[in-house]
């Protein structure tokens, strides 16, 4: 069982719909990453998190510690939005931290 | 700043053959990630550095090595090509652990 999992995998949508993407952990954590990835490109990192909200334009992403559990959500969504989105934190295994992935949700937004 | 840099873009390797995949980056970031992802797959860690003079394996180390002499570059060297190392490798630097991550755009290698 993976120790971060997203939901859902897949997610189509029309534009203008308001996005909403899981990430659940099993253990503790000091802070959780979210990443853009778009088809054929890059990763890019959307927000670093340790506790409460972030905005930035459109996305806001929500994290709460004691429920272990993150969100990311998009506003008034646009094509340009399709992408995988993948949640990332720190999981420490015997005393080192890795960055342990989840399973990516794949954001597909119809015009 | 030119954040992370991966060269090169691409390669095509026959079997057998090694090469170094180059990462670089100008921000002084202590942590360094070399990941690997196949075709609709997602990232797994081949290798992990804390900083200069310090290495790990990660989940997928085997047919691959790295050093790190300085803090700025993260080689990742590929002994005897496999056809199975086909994928597009990402190198990633972080201040710490819990700090932004800064990806390299990517180096798309092919073994055949």
Redesign the interface.
């Known amino acids: 069982k993976n120790e971060v999992e997203q939901s859902p995998q897949n997610l189509t949508a029309q534009e203008g719909e308001f996005i909403t993407i899981n990430c659940s952990y099993s253990v503790g954590i000091?802070?959780l990453?979210w990443?853009q990835q778009h088809p054929g490109g890059?990763?890019?990192?959307l927000f670093?998190l340790?506790s409460g909200k972030k905005k930035h334009g459109r996305l806001i992403a929500t994290i709460n510690i004691q429920e272990k559990h993150s969100s990311l959500h998009i506003t008034a969504s646009h094509p340009r939005d399709s992408a995988v989105y993948?949640c990332?934190t720190?999981i420490s295994n015997f005393g080192?931290?890795?960055?342990t992935?989840?399973?990516?949700t794949r954001l597909t937004i119809i015009p | 700043n030119a954040g992370v840099t991966q060269t090169p873009k691409f390669h095509i390797l026959k079997i057998g053959q090694s090469m170094t995949l180059q990462c670089t980056q100008d921000m002084n970031h202590n942590y360094m990630y070399w990941y690997r992802q196949d075709p609709g797959m997602g990232l797994k860690l081949i290798y992990y550095s804390v900083g200069a003079g310090i290495t790990d394996k990660g989940e997928v180390p085997n047919g691959y090595n790295v050093s790190r002499s300085t803090t700025e570059d993260f080689p990742l060297r590929l002994e005897l090509a496999a056809p199975s190392q086909t994928s597009v490798y990402f190198c990633a630097s972080s201040w710490v652990h819990n700090s932004p991550l800064h990806f390299g755009n990517g180096t798309r290698l092919t073994v055949t």
């Open positions: 000091s802070a990453h990443l890059g990763i890019v990192s670093m340790s993948i990332v720190p080192n931290e890795k960055l992935f989840g399973t990516g």
